[in-house]
């Protein structure tokens, strides 16, 4: 099972990068995403299938000031 964001997260084998971020609400302008070490091109969402071995991190980007 795929390990996103510190926890496993049974239901992501299987879905494309885009398709977890979009389920999970993430607006994809403000985000980046680590698969198993290495940061992924926004261009590559719809290409990666999230497999049961990836370790995955996403990164909200939040602005202030």
Do not use: P
């Amino acid at each position: 099972m795929a390990k996103i964001n510190g926890e496993i997260e049974q239901y992501a084998n299987g879905m494309t990068i885009s398709e977890y971020v979009s389920y999970k609400g993430f607006n994809k302008s403000y985000i980046a995403v680590e698969i198993n070490g290495k940061i992924m091109s926004k261009s590559d969402f719809n290409n990666y299938t999230i497999t049961a071995q990836d370790k995955i991190e996403i990164v909200n980007f939040v602005g202030g000031g």
